[in-house]
């Protein structure tokens, strides 16, 4: 019997074969630590015993959630992330570069065919190269940091057939925000969702990325893409170095198996508050917008920068409406400053932030107030995520929040009003 992409890749870890339901104990190829949770983190790791990172040279520290501070006490966090990187000699520390599941691939620590475990929930984001990553909270990573091991249990898998061509206005983050919706935001508790068809083969990496980062959205463990010659070149590696087993095998055993047409996707939103709550954004006309944020792990690369300003270009925001642009990384707003890219959302009216968490995770740069409306291109709505608890969060595409921001109503790349 052909196995899934998960039983490949724990199974090659492990050295076993594997089933789901199986507890192994795998070895960790790289672990990533942000800085909210590092005075954690330490302290739990100096609790347990230890005093040796296991291997400092797979050890990745990232600060990004609270860097520029907003906070008195998020200064603290920098200073136990940089004295424990000097101590432990980890070279592999990230003070300003960006949003840690962006460096975590593009800085080339993460590969096919890894084992990684972050201390933040969208660490599912790696199975965009085919590598299992998941989040796992301070106790765990610490016992990691000492042991360069941790316990799993083999998820079932769920496939995602997608195949056909997506219509222009329609980007992955509206087929995953479909997924989810369909799904539900528990419908895929611990297990892996694997995705295929000739649409994904079609999509860009970053394209990819999206979708694994926002599997947890549906309960995931993991979100994973087979590897494939993009996937060796986003990388720098070449296609004979990635294991070539860690493909979709039709005789795998999936617990569920979900078939979809490109081309009956539309532009889509998760209303407020709950990320499985979608709806067709044809729906949702009328809903005036106060604030539109295009930025995060999820959708601050560059093709989604350039999205937007292909909307954007020779044009102004709607009145009144503020436009927050947080590019994923310090090298992808280099490279959107390069290609003229922030030149046009500047010209349209935007306010462009350093690389970082920020607005996502309601600390720094531009969080909202009682009854105010933004459209967000980040991952979750959850009351209370980007502001007060009476603040409308609306998830979409770069392109529907461009859209958005130029009419100054809830719209998609197709509406013109």
């Not at 939103?269 to 949702?284: F, G, K, R, T």
């Not at 595409?397 to 921001?405: E, I, L, M, N, V």
């Amino acid at each position: 019997m052909g196995k899934t992409l998960i039983e490949k890749i724990i199974g090659a870890n492990c050295k076993r074969e594997v089933r789901p339901g199986d507890i192994v104990t795998v070895k960790a190829d790289y672990v990533m630590l942000d800085d909210i949770m590092m005075p954690f983190i330490v302290s739990k790791f100096r609790e347990m015993g230890f005093s040796k990172v296991w291997d400092p040279s797979k050890a990745v520290i990232i600060c990004d959630h609270l860097v520029p501070a907003s906070q008195v006490d998020d200064t603290r966090a920098y200073h136990i992330s940089c004295d424990f990187a000097a101590e432990q000699g980890i070279r592999n520390l990230h003070t300003s570069d960006g949003i840690c599941h962006q460096l975590m691939t593009e800085a080339g620590y993460v590969k096919p065919g890894h084992v990684v475990f972050g201390t933040d929930s969208h660490t599912t984001t790696y199975g965009c190269v085919g590598a299992f990553s998941t989040g796992i909270g301070y106790t765990e990573m610490a016992s990691i940091l000492g042991t360069g091991e941790l316990w799993v249990r083999v998820p079932a898998a769920i496939r995602i057939n997608i195949n056909g061509k997506l219509p222009e206005n329609v980007m992955s983050k509206d087929v995953i925000l479909k997924i989810i919706g369909d799904l539900t935001a528990a419908g895929a508790t611990y297990r892996s969702l694997e995705f295929a068809g000739d649409t994904v083969e079609n999509m860009s990496v970053a394209s990819r990325m999206t979708m694994s980062n926002m599997a947890i959205e549906a309960g995931a463990k993991c979100g994973l893409f087979a590897p494939d010659e993009k996937t060796a070149e986003y990388c720098g590696i070449d296609m004979k170095d990635i294991r070539q087993d860690i493909c979709f095998d039709e005789d795998a055993e999936y617990e569920q198996v979900l078939n979809y047409r490109a081309e009956d996707f539309v532009p889509v939103m998760a209303v407020p508050s709950n990320v499985d709550h979608v709806v067709p954004i044809s729906e949702l006309g009328g809903i005036a917008v106060d604030q539109v944020f295009i930025g995060s792990c999820t959708n601050g690369r560059l093709e989604d920068l350039q999205a937007a300003a292909k909307i954007l270009k020779g044009k102004r925001v709607a009145p009144f409406v503020r436009l927050i642009v947080t590019p994923a990384s310090r090298k992808i707003y280099t490279e959107a400053l390069n290609d003229g890219t922030l030149g046009i959302l500047l010209d349209a009216g935007a306010v462009i932030t350093h690389p970082g968490c920020g607005l996502c995770c309601g600390r720094t740069g531009g969080i909202l107030t009682d009854g105010e409306v933004v459209v967000a291109t980040n991952n979750r709505n959850f009351l209370g995520r980007m502001g007060t608890s009476k603040v409308k969060i609306y998830l979409s595409s770069p392109k529907s929040a461009a859209q958005s921001a130029l009419t100054g109503f809830i719209s998609s790349a197709d509406i013109e009003r």
